[in-house]
């Protein structure tokens, strides 16, 4: 059975940092290309960051270039976003995803509630 969890997601003050996690179970992870998307309410979910399974290449949305690091461990079958210099823009819930670098089928996590207020 396939699961996506995310796990990390919490309470932060603008400027700090945060890391969230996904650990992934009942797929060959090395097959999939793993992305984290938000979701503010009353927005679109929106794409943040990718990371290959083998070269590791990164790919990052506009608003989180700079800012936010994607990273994966093949062998724990995890990836992270590590978050830093929060905004306040920043709050959403977080969700990992996985897609299949051949057949392009998408699965998805429950997400994480990352909130950036003082």
């Known amino acids: 059975q396939v699961q996506l969890a995310e796990s990390g997601g919490g309470l932060v003050q603008p400027g700090g940092s945060l890391r969230v996690s996904c650990t992934a179970s009942g797929f060959t992870f090395t097959n999939y290309v793993m992305r984290w998307y938000r979701q503010a309410p009353g927005a679109e979910r929106e794409f943040v960051a990718s990371?290959?399974?083998?070269?590791?290449?990164?790919n990052y949305g506009d608003s989180v270039t700079g800012r936010f690091t994607i990273s994966r461990n093949n062998a724990e079958k995890m990836v992270y976003l590590q978050m830093n210099n929060l905004k306040l823009e920043d709050t959403a819930v977080y969700y990992c995803?996985?897609?299949?670098?051949?057949?392009?089928?998408?699965?998805w996590g429950q997400g994480t509630q990352v909130t950036v207020s003082s």
């Open positions: 990371i290959e399974p083998y070269t590791t290449a990164t």
């Open positions: 995803n996985a897609r299949n670098r051949y057949t392009g089928r998408d699965y």
